[in-house]
């Protein structure tokens, strides 16, 4: 597959991209002519169709040793990694502190902050190498936002948005940039809003309504591509505006 400049299309990797953000970031891809791998605990999704294009890894992030070997799968498949986007993401359940299990604070923090640093880890040699990639977390406004119950799940996203920070720093001399986008209210299928989180989306977004995956992916996309080829370390807030 080639794309429309007659460049060959790059590897694409995507974490958690059977549904939601993930499966729209995906799609962006792979509308734009590149060869897309996507990694999920869930089932391949029917919106896909199989194709040369697409590849389907199942993988359960909070297991490390998956991790390295959704890497080293990718890698023999298609011989590098050009972009990695680590969107795969749990516990976004309200659990206060107090009743949390180690357990439920483990998994989080596996999936969500673990699994990018190590699935970076494993796939940066490749990019080093050719001193070229880009590596985009998505993190959550949750990050910066305090909100009881939120403990462990914006933990791990303000790690996230840290590790951006420093891997930065460290890869950024052999070509390799690293970004992160931090949506905030985003409708997916698991997270729509009722009246009363109209209202509320009415008086504190700027814009007065509720994000679409689409608009994640498109800023995904661009952090991506060579457009952004000066952009790096930073962290992009896609939340219409929260007051």
Same mark, same amino acid.
């Given at each position: 597959?080639?794309?429309?400049?007659?460049?060959?299309?790059? +590897? =694409?990797? $995507? &974490?958690?991209?059977?549904?939601? +953000?993930?499966?729209? +970031?995906?799609?962006?891809?792979?509308? !734009?002519?590149?060869? =897309?791998? +996507?990694?999920?605990?869930?089932?391949?999704?029917?919106?896909?169709?199989? %194709?040369?294009? $697409?590849?389907?890894? %199942?993988?359960?992030?909070?297991?490390?040793?998956?991790?390295? #070997?959704?890497?080293?799968?990718?890698?023999?498949?298609?011989?590098?990694?050009? $972009?990695? =986007?680590?969107?795969?993401?749990? !516990?976004?359940?309200?659990?206060?502190?107090?009743?949390?299990?180690? *357990?439920?604070?483990?998994?989080?923090?596996? $999936?969500?902050?673990?699994?990018?640093?190590?699935?970076?880890?494993?796939?940066?040699?490749?990019?080093?190498?050719?001193?070229?990639?880009?590596?985009?977390?998505?993190? %959550?406004?949750?990050?910066?936002?305090?909100?009881?119950?939120? #403990?462990?799940?914006?933990?791990?996203?303000? !790690?996230?948005?840290?590790? &951006?920070?420093?891997?930065?720093?460290?890869?950024?001399?052999?070509?390799?940039?690293?970004?992160?986008?931090?949506?905030?209210?985003?409708?997916? *299928?698991?997270?729509?809003?009722?009246?009363?989180?109209?209202?509320?989306?009415?008086?504190?977004?700027?814009?007065?309504?509720? /994000? &679409?995956?689409?608009?994640?992916?498109? =800023?995904?996309?661009?952090?991506?591509?060579?457009?952004?080829?000066?952009? &790096? /370390?930073?962290?992009?807030?896609?939340? /219409?505006?929260?007051?």
């Amino acid at each position: 597959m080639a794309q429309a400049s007659g460049k060959p299309g790059r +590897i =694409v990797l $995507v &974490t958690g991209g059977a549904r939601g +953000i993930g499966q729209a +970031i995906a799609r962006r891809f792979i509308n !734009g002519n590149d060869y =897309v791998a +996507i990694a999920d605990v869930l089932p391949f999704p029917g919106r896909f169709e199989r %194709s040369d294009a $697409v590849s389907f890894h %199942s993988c359960d992030l909070a297991d490390a040793q998956q991790v390295r #070997t959704l890497a080293q799968s990718v890698l023999l498949r298609y011989g590098q990694v050009d $972009v990695l =986007v680590n969107n795969a993401a749990t !516990g976004f359940q309200f659990v206060s502190l107090a009743d949390m299990g180690i *357990e439920h604070w483990d998994n989080v923090q596996d $999936v969500n902050l673990r699994a990018p640093a190590w699935l970076s880890r494993a796939l940066l040699s490749n990019m080093i190498a050719k001193r070229r990639g880009v590596i985009v977390n998505v993190a %959550s406004c949750a990050a910066f936002q305090a909100e009881a119950g939120h #403990t462990a799940y914006a933990a791990s996203k303000a !790690g996230l948005v840290a590790l &951006t920070k420093c891997l930065a720093r460290e890869v950024g001399r052999y070509g390799v940039r690293v970004v992160c986008v931090v949506p905030g209210w985003i409708a997916t *299928e698991d997270n729509l809003p009722g009246e009363r989180d109209r209202q509320w989306l009415a008086e504190n977004v700027s814009l007065g309504r509720v /994000g &679409t995956a689409e608009e994640v992916a498109e =800023v995904v996309w661009f952090l991506a591509s060579d457009a952004a080829s000066y952009i &790096t /370390g930073q962290s992009i807030i896609v939340d /219409g505006g929260n007051l």
